[in-house]
C-alpha cells in the first residue's frame, strides 16, 4: 500500500504561482511514475502532469506546458507541481497519483493509488 498525502493548495490571483507537494509513504514498489491530475466541479479528472520514476522524463498536457514544472526528489519520496502565471481555469482539486510504468500516461484508471487531494483557487 501507498499513502500519498498532497499539500500547497489555495487561494491566488490570475497570474501567481503555487508549489503543490506530493509526498509518499508505506510500501508496495519502489520509485513509482507520479502523475498530478485535476478535477474541476462537473467535470472528469484531466492530466496535468507526470514523472518517470528517476525524474529525468516529465510530461505534460498542452494546457499546462510552459507554465508548470513537475519534479521529485526521490530521498524525501516527494513530487512537486510548481504551478506559474495561474490562470481562472487551472482552478480545481488536484491529485497526486501513483503507477508503476509509463503506459497510458494520461489515463487516470492506470493509476494505482491517489492522495486525498489540495484545492487550488485561482481568482480574477
Known amino acids: 500500500q501507498v499513502h500519498l498525502v498532497e499539500s500547497g493548495g489555495g487561494l491566488v490571483q490570475a497570474g501567481g504561482s503555487l508549489r503543490l507537494s506530493c509526498t509518499a509513504s508505506?510500501?508496495?514498489?519502489?520509485?513509482?511514475?507520479m502523475g498530478w491530475f485535476r478535477q474541476a466541479p462537473g467535470k472528469e479528472r484531466d492530466f496535468v502532469a507526470a514523472i518517470s520514476s528517476s525524474g529525468i522524463t516529465p510530461y505534460y498536457a498542452d494546457s499546462v506546458k510552459g507554465r508548470f514544472t513537475i519534479s521529485r526528489d526521490n530521498a524525501k519520496n516527494t513530487v512537486y507541481l510548481q504551478m506559474n502565471n495561474l490562470q481562472r481555469e487551472d482552478t480545481a482539486v488536484y491529485y497526486c497519483?501513483?503507477?508503476?510504468?509509463?503506459?497510458?500516461?494520461?489515463?487516470?484508471?492506470?493509476?494505482?493509488?491517489w492522495g486525498q487531494g489540495t484545492q487550488v483557487t485561482v481568482s480574477s
Open positions: 497519483g501513483a503507477r508503476t510504468n509509463l503506459m497510458d500516461i494520461h489515463n487516470a484508471d492506470r493509476y494505482d493509488y
Open positions: 508505506g510500501r508496495s514498489f519502489s520509485r513509482p511514475v
